[in-house]
């Protein structure tokens, strides 16, 4: 017997991502929440904070860049990431026609989104943080760059999209065949023990030193190849599973 309905994975995936990306909405209210603590928490202090003293002169300078809430949006990327892969998430997908696979790429798709929107989130932030502090405390403010820059946005959506990519493999690959969670683990043990152990020798001014641009390339690319080992993970999950 033929079924007379046949809904293609493309369609099945472009349902999921219009789906999760209303029903997980919450994500990103979380994320304004605590851009704008943060936001407040560095109003003080700003990023970073150097001070001169001669004599009787005191001066303190106080750096306000989108440092902190890229951080702060990168580790919300990741763990966001992997709460997708959770079991509570995954009963949600119950309700509509999945499959891990489906279900896998329509979570990527949604993370892109949700990272695209980080950035906005992040920087909105970040200037009414900048306009609160001109408002409520009156300092100066020596401006280097009024608007962010295309490439610093592309930067800041770069490095929010790696960290989910890397939040997506881990949770995908916890929930993988025993191979790929002993690999995992055993990859995960000695990587610490080479950083712990290569502390002091890792050089990585040489990556800061590059073009916004190259990093973003480098982190997309770096995105790209988690994404691409949790599509696989999620198939060979599928096969077991049968």
């Known amino acids: 017997m033929q079924s007379l309905t046949n809904i293609s994975l493309k369609t099945i995936v472009k349902k999921q991502v219009k789906w999760k990306a209303q029903l997980y909405i919450s994500a990103l209210s979380s994320l304004v929440i605590i851009q704008i603590i943060f936001g407040v928490l560095l109003s003080r202090s700003g990023s970073s904070t150097t001070g001169l003293l001669r004599g009787n002169l005191d001066v303190r300078f106080s750096t306000y860049s989108l440092d ?59 200037y009414l943080q900048v306009l609160g502090i001109l408002l409520v405390e009156k300092k100066s403010f020596v401006i280097d760059s009024l608007f962010i820059s295309p490439s610093t946005f592309i930067l800041c959506f770069s490095s929010i999209c790696l960290f989910s990519a890397i939040g997506l493999l881990f949770g995908t690959s916890f929930k993988g065949p025993v191979v790929i969670k002993i690999f995992l ?29 190259m990093i973003s390339v480098l982190y997309l690319l770096a995105a790209l190849l988690c994404f691409s080992l949790t599509i696989w993970i999620a198939n060979k999950s599928e096969v077991s599973r049968k």
């Open 68 to 126: 902190m809430f890229l951080i702060v949006s990168a580790i919300w990327a990741f763990i966001v990431g992997l709460l997708f892969t959770t079991k509570a998430y995954r009963i949600d997908d119950l309700s509509v026609i999945s499959s891990r696979i489906s279900s896998t790429i329509a979570n990527i798709l949604v993370m892109i989104i949700y990272s695209f929107i980080a950035v906005f989130i992040m920087i909105s932030t970040y």
């Open 185 to 213: 683990s055993t990859f995960i043990l000695f990587s610490f023990i080479y950083i712990f152990m290569a502390l002091n020798s890792i050089n990585i001014s040489p990556l800061m030193m590059l073009p916004n641009l």
